[in-house]
């Protein structure tokens, strides 16, 4: 593990939260960066929307993008992201999406995805 990680300008890099999450069947969540870094130009979110869906149970895999003309420095244990709680207005039932119980995720794996949609793969860890 690393103790601190320069990122780079518009460099996107995947990073695994410290937390495990256990939803209930009537609660979601959207993953959304600290004001502090957002004032530095730093976006953080959870896939895509920054989406978390109800009944979902594991560590959630974070995309953190430089926004700035300049690398800025991550340090491990820094607080980057908070989470938005929204009650659902019914029960999603049981949450059987493909990252279930994830406690890990293999840079392997990310990067046959990329290479699956014609993309370069991500900066060597």
């Not at 999450?21 to 600290?34: A, E, I, R, T, Y």
């Not at 895509?48 to 149970?57: E, P, Q, R, S």
């Not at 953190?64 to 029960?91: C, D, E, L, Y």
Request: with cysteine; charged share 20%.
């Amino acid at each position: 593990t690393y103790n601190e990680w320069a990122l780079y300008p518009d460099e996107p890099v995947l990073a695994l939260s410290l937390e495990y999450f256990q939803f209930p069947h009537d609660l979601c969540g959207k993953v959304m960066s600290k004001s502090s870094l957002g004032r530095l130009f730093i976006s953080v979110s959870c896939g895509d929307a920054g989406f978390v869906d109800a009944g979902f149970n594991g560590k959630l895999v974070l995309e953190i993008v430089n926004h700035n003309n300049f690398p800025i420095i991550i340090r491990a244990g820094q607080r980057i992201g908070q989470m938005v709680f929204m009650k659902t207005s019914g029960n999603a039932g049981i949450y059987v999406g493909h990252y279930s119980g994830q406690k890990d995720f293999a840079v392997a794996s990310w990067k046959e995805a990329l290479g699956k949609i014609g993309m370069e793969t991500m900066r060597d860890s």
